[in-house]
């Protein structure tokens, strides 16, 4: 007899519940208009799902280990099985123009699934990034990013090369930033690669985040953990400061 489990399809990214019984909820609903289908990458890594989006709540580490600003971030939003957070970082300084600002907000939902968007000012490519990491083994992981690519082209277009043009050019920009991806991704590999999870970790003041992340994360565990696995993430019955 063949198991049968749930699925969904989003943005050309297909996804598979295999929990007990039916999903407990679904995925956000966001809007594509715009953008181009996605391009994406995989690889395995000596972690748990939970590590992997820790990182993105983990914005100090974005200006020690990548070299990036962050300009102000907005206090989490828990809400069930979802977590956002806002921020603005600052992408780049051009000569006259100064410092390039982006706007980028954050989605969690479950240990599974997070997108992040990078706005850029004014009428530049929007991209999108999801975050899929997938559970293969006791702390081990499969890790898929997927990226797509909204452009706005000038007026001036002829109308007739204008949906192949905004195809060629959301992918490009896709393209591009799943290729800067894996390289700040490089810088990350062989910390989640080494690092040792702590129920109670010592956190500085500018880390306040990951207490509420992992207060969050508590609702998809069972009521004890495996115990071949002392370090894996804490359950519901544990308290993280």
């Known amino acids: 007899r063949l198991d049968h489990y749930p699925i969904r399809e989003q943005h050309g990214?297909?996804?598979?519940?295999?929990?007990?019984?039916?999903?407990?909820?679904?995925?956000?609903?966001?809007?594509?208009?715009?953008?181009?289908?996605?391009?994406?990458?995989?690889?395995?890594?000596?972690?748990h799902p939970q590590e992997i989006l820790e990182n993105m709540v983990d914005y100090v580490?974005?200006?020690?280990?990548?070299?990036?600003?962050?300009?102000?971030?907005?206090?989490?939003?828990?809400?069930?099985?979802?977590?956002?957070?806002?921020?603005?970082?600052?992408?780049?300084?051009?000569?006259?123009?100064g410092d390039i600002v982006v706007n980028q907000p954050i989605q969690l939902a479950g240990l599974g699934w997070a997108l992040?968007?990078?706005?850029?000012?004014?009428?530049?490519?929007?991209?999108?990034?999801?975050?899929?990491?997938?559970?293969?083994?006791?702390?081990?992981?499969?890790?898929?990013?997927?990226?797509?690519?909204?452009t706005i082209l000038p007026a001036r277009v002829p109308r007739r090369l204008l949906m192949p043009l905004a195809i060629l050019a959301s992918q490009a920009a896709a393209m591009m930033f799943l290729r800067v991806t894996i390289r700040l991704f490089g810088d990350d590999e062989p910390i989640w690669n080494?690092?040792?999870?702590?129920?109670?970790?010592?956190?500085?003041?500018?880390?306040?985040?990951?207490?509420?992340?992992?207060?969050?994360a508590r609702q998809f565990y069972r009521d004890s953990r495996p115990q071949d696995d002392p370090g894996a993430p804490a359950p519901l019955s544990e308290d993280i400061s």
């Open 61 to 97: 580490h974005l200006k020690e280990l990548h070299g990036m600003d962050v300009h102000k971030t907005h206090p989490l939003e828990a809400e069930g099985p979802y977590l956002r957070l806002r921020m603005q970082v600052r992408a780049a300084t051009l000569p006259v123009l």
């Open 194 to 216: 080494h690092k040792k999870h702590y129920l109670h970790p010592r956190l500085a003041p500018e880390e306040k985040a990951i207490g509420p992340y992992r207060h969050w």
């Open 116 to 150: 992040t968007e990078v706005i850029l000012p004014g009428n530049a490519p929007a991209v999108r990034l999801w975050v899929l990491p997938t559970p293969i083994d006791p702390w081990r992981s499969r890790h898929h990013f997927a990226a797509a690519g909204a």
């Open 13 to 47: 990214i297909i996804y598979l519940w295999y929990g007990e019984g039916e999903p407990k909820w679904e995925l956000p609903e966001i809007d594509d208009t715009g953008f181009g289908p996605p391009v994406s990458w995989s690889t395995e890594l000596a972690t």
